[in-house]
């Protein structure tokens, strides 16, 4: 069973920078694409990122290209997203997924992790 587990939320002022990593085990972590999701409070979840398995594709929600950046280090599992110019609308719980699919827009992902919080202060 894939397992999924965030770091690197917290506090940053406005534009700001933070990485958030993901550590992943449980199956070969080439073979599934990685993606990163946000939920502000009372909103929905929303998409920000996804690389595909061997990092060769990237797809970003059209606002988060250019401030965010999402990579991969397959020899340690590990998934990133870096966050530049942070702004308060920035703040969110920070989710990433796996899936062995990678999908430029995706909407569902078979697995999740359970979430770190990002707050930007004005």
């Known amino acids: 069973q894939v397992q999924l587990v965030e770091s690197g939320g917290g506090l940053v002022q406005t534009g700001g920078s933070l990485r958030l990593s993901c550590a992943f085990s449980?199956?070969?972590?080439?073979?599934?694409?990685m993606a990163w999701f946000r939920q502000a409070p009372g909103k929905e979840r929303e998409f920000v990122a996804i690389i595909s398995g061997l990092g060769l594709m990237t797809s970003y929600a059209k606002s988060m290209k250019g401030p965010f950046a999402i990579s991969r280090d397959n020899a340690k599992n590990m998934a990133f997203l870096q966050m530049n110019s942070l702004k308060p609308e920035d703040t969110a719980v920070y989710y990433c997924?796996?899936?062995?699919?990678?999908?430029?827009?995706?909407?569902?992902?078979?697995?999740w992790g359970q979430g770190t919080q990002v707050t930007v202060s004005s």
């Open positions: 449980g199956r070969t972590f080439s073979n599934y694409a």
């Open positions: 997924a796996a899936d062995s699919q990678f999908q430029p827009t995706p909407t569902a992902l078979a697995y």
